[in-house]
């Protein structure tokens, strides 16, 4: 598949890398958080006209935690392969429910159709990845269409040990409390849960999937992810989640 192949012959090939620090994504006057989200946009630094692919990495941390800065040294490295990295910050829990951070984010993946040609980035080739909550929020936003990304304009979606792929699942066994800001985060709707939940959107337009799932991860990851897997099957039988010898947190920082 090209999608994985692309993926990993970058790994073959290096150049240096500058960084762009607190681009924004979102425009004040359509958002009503006062101090909006920026993102960081690592570029490599070469001499080729071709234009780049991109990846967007959505930062984990259980929708209440987790900054773009963190993540310097991914994207940085992902630069120095020959690839536009995009590692945006969101809105996090109680400042935001989960609705308003899939829209931060798809934000993000329409400023990159938009914008990111001017950063030697190839707005035909974009694909999304994400840690934890990150993932979820990053195939939500593609794969659920009440936010406006066409998917077919994605190249591919990385998950990396990611959470919340079956929301509904999940709290329908688990309801939400004030804990960890759940309550806010999800609500105590149902159907917000649904709505909230990736593996209700696989269809024949998902965009293809490289999974990566923890060994030793919650089981609650576990769970959701071979959830998904079975549902995304009928369209796209050959994906088989890459299972690393690791816990849930060093995931992020793949083999």
């Keep these: 598949m090209r999608f994985t192949f ?13 960084k762009i ?10 958002s ?35 900054r773009k ?17 995009i590692i945006p910050d969101y809105t996090l829990s109680p400042d935001a429910d989960y609705d308003a951070m899939t829209k931060q984010i798809a934000a993000v993946i329409q400023w990159a159709k938009d ?20 993932g979820h929020l990053g195939a939500l936003a ?3 269409p009440k936010y406006g990304i066409d998917s077919a304009a994605i190249s591919g979606i990385i998950l990396n040990d990611a959470a919340g792929l079956d929301m509904k699942h999940y709290l329908q066994e688990n309801p939400p409390t004030a804990t960890d800001d759940y309550l806010t985060t999800w609500t105590k709707q149902p159907d917000n ?39 995304l099957h009928p369209y796209q039988p050959n994906v088989t989640p890459i299972h690393l010898n690791k816990k849930h947190v060093p995931m992020v920082g793949g083999h």
């Design 6 to 18: 692309v993926i990993f012959v970058l790994l073959l090939v290096g150049c240096s890398s500058k």
């Design 21 to 30: 620090k607190d681009v924004s994504y979102i425009r004040a006057s359509n």
């Design 32 to 66: 009503a958080i006062s101090d909006t989200p920026r993102m960081n946009v690592f570029v490599p630094r070469n001499t080729k006209a071709k234009p780049q692919p991109v990846l967007i990495f959505v930062h984990g941390g259980n929708w209440n935690s987790g």
């Design 69 to 85: 800065g963190t993540y310097d040294l991914l994207g940085r490295n992902f630069a120095k392969k020959g690839v536009v990295t």
């Design 115 to 134: 914008s990111v040609s001017k950063y030697k980035g190839n707005p035909n080739e974009i694909f999304i990845t994400g840690h934890s909550a990150g």
């Design 142 to 144: 593609v794969m659920n």
């Design 193 to 231: 849960w649904q709505q909230a939940s990736p593996i209700y959107f696989v269809d024949k337009n998902t965009p293809p999937f490289l999974i990566y799932v923890g060994d030793k991860t919650y089981t609650s990851i576990k769970i959701a992810n071979n959830r998904f897997v079975d549902a």
